[in-house]
């Protein structure tokens, strides 16, 4: 029993209880329930979240970001005017980025898609890349496939994004009309076609003079981003850039 006049050193030992608890408490939940890495299945570390620190290191990075005209921007040349447009990271078979995209779209794991979105703002601060964008809008699904999987993967990424760089996200201005079917046996030409009349815009007054940065998950013939960028430019958008997590060419 301690002196009544120790009350301070007995307050002291009480409350570090609370911290050593926590820690108690954390390690007893990883071990009942282990969180593993996106990429890779391991084990995450106390502190590390949702990829682990040697996938964020060996991931397959385009650094596009750091070159205006990487092979995602000459996507849209001759196709539609875009500010900037890059890709964050190569997507290919059996690699730990179609890992993280697979777990993102068909797991449920909404936490990569926000991961990734923040690994991208990371990279935009890095070299305001992002300067002059005032609004951030994910490519939508269709909304018989919003119901069905839960949640937009895009929209995803998109808020990871908004979080870290204080920018508006709106999830409404940008709405598709009809499921896309199997895109891999059409042309680029007739996907486009097919596709112009997927997407409208609500509310177009509210975009005009708006630089609006829309969001993928993955950039593959592109054809999906310029009938949705076209329908923004038709509604008055000022400027548009684009960005995506990978890019699979
Ligand atoms: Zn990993």
Redesign the pocket.
């Known amino acids: 029993m301690l002196p009544a006049g120790n009350w301070r050193l007995k307050n002291k030992r009480h409350y570090n209880l609370k911290p050593r608890f926590a820690q108690s408490f954390k390690s007893l939940c990883s071990l009942l329930f282990p969180r593993l890495?996106?990429?890779?299945?391991?084990q995450l570390n106390l502190g590390e979240q949702t990829?682990?620190t040697?996938?964020l290191y060996d991931l397959p990075y385009t650094d596009h970001h750091q070159h205006p005209d990487n092979i995602v921007a000459r996507l849209f040349w001759g196709n539609l005017p875009v500010h900037s447009a890059m890709a964050m990271l190569y997507f290919r078979t059996g690699s730990?980025t179609q890992q993280l995209i697979h777990s993102l779209k068909y797991k449920g794991q909404q936490d990569i898609g926000i991961q990734l979105g923040k690994m991208m703002a990371a990279q935009f601060k890095k070299t305001d890349w992002h300067t002059g964008v005032d609004l951030i809008i994910p490519i939508p699904l269709h909304r018989n496939k919003l119901r069905k999987r839960g949640y937009n993967q895009s929209a995803c990424i998109a808020r990871g994004l908004a979080d870290m760089l204080s920018l508006d996200l709106n999830t409404d201005f940008l709405i598709r009309h009809s499921a896309t079917e199997s895109q891999t046996t059409k042309t680029r030409y007739k996907r486009y076609q097919d596709l112009q009349n997927t997407f409208s815009v609500n509310h177009p007054g509210l975009l005009e003079e708006r630089h609006v940065l829309l969001i993928d998950d993955v950039v593959t013939t592109g054809a999906t981003l310029i009938a949705g960028a076209t329908k923004l430019h038709q509604a008055g958008v000022k400027r548009i850039s684009i960005a995506a997590a990978a890019c699979a060419f």
């Open positions: 890495c996106g990429g890779c299945n391991r990829i682990c040697h996938c730990k």
